[in-house]
């Protein structure tokens, strides 16, 4: 059975910094996408970025720039560095392979 368990999350002060985690588990990732979603507060669930098997990556126009999508298909791990924080960065954030959600970290952006 697929797992996603992300972690990183917290308080930080605008223009800081997080890295986010999402460690998979259940069977081998390296063939497949993986990608990161939010949730800010009061509305909906939107698309962050997405790591394509074959090495290719897409962004939000809203994060473009500011935030790096990365793995580690030896440690079935996705990442999420996330530098320029902004408090419209507030939500929580979601790790998404194969149709499997994580249960989400908090990420607080706030002087």
């Known amino acids: 059975q697929v797992q996603l368990v992300e972690s990183g999350g917290g308080l930080v002060q605008p223009g800081g910094s997080l890295r986010l985690s999402c460690a998979a588990s259940g069977r081998n990732f390296s063939a497949t996408n993986m990608a990161w979603y939010r949730r800010a507060p009061g509305k909906e669930r939107e698309f962050v970025a997405i790591s394509g098997y074959l090495g290719t990556t897409l962004y939000n126009q809203a994060v473009k720039g500011r935030f790096t999508i990365s793995r580690d298909n030896a440690k079935n791990t996705l990442y999420l560095q996330m530098n320029s924080l902004e408090p419209e960065d507030t939500a929580i954030y979601y790790c998404?392979?194969?149709?499997?959600w994580g249960q989400g970290t908090q990420v607080t952006v706030s002087s």
């Open positions: 998404s392979v194969l149709g499997f």
